[in-house]
């Protein structure tokens, strides 16, 4: 969520100078900006699937380990 966030602001942060009419803002600075939104809205995207995989290896690892003591409480050590 807090990535989300940060992404959310950084957009903004680029954005709000096109949008408030401040700054002379060409064709070109927008397909560039859309560009930067897309990569950043790709790479979040690719950052949620590692963590999705890095939640289910860990899930295998604790219940692994949730086993093991289970047997080694059984073994009698």
């Given at each position: 969520m807090a990535l989300k966030r940060l992404t959310f602001l950084a957009a903004m942060a680029v954005a709000c100078p096109i949008f408030s009419g401040q700054s002379q803002t060409t064709?070109?600075?927008?397909?560039q900006l859309i560009t930067l939104i897309k990569d950043v809205s790709t790479q979040q995207t690719q950052l949620a699937a590692n963590q999705a995989k890095i939640d289910e290896k860990m899930a295998t690892l604790a219940e692994a380990i949730r086993q093991a003591r289970i047997y080694a409480s059984r073994g009698g050590r």
């Open positions: 064709d070109e600075d927008r397909q």
